[in-house]
């Protein structure tokens, strides 16, 4: 299963929520984003 980002909200001035095609959401500084996004990458390209 592919998850898709629906939206994005900003939560704080250091902190982004990010709502998912599955129904969840997660709440990310810069920092936590930047390494999910790398980790989310290597994941899809792994599985291809």
Excluded: P, W
């Excluded at 299963?1 to 704080?12: F, I, P, R, W």
């Excluded at 709502?19 to 969840?24: A, C, K, L, M, V």
């Excluded at 920092?31 to 999910?36: I, M, Q, R, S, V």
Aim: aromatic share 8%.
């Amino acid at each position: 299963m592919q998850l898709e980002l629906v939206a994005v909200d900003h939560v704080s001035c250091n902190q982004v929520a990010e709502y998912f095609s599955d129904g969840t959401m997660a709440i990310f500084t810069a920092k936590e984003l930047a390494a999910f996004s790398l980790n989310r990458l290597e994941a899809e390209c792994t599985a291809n």
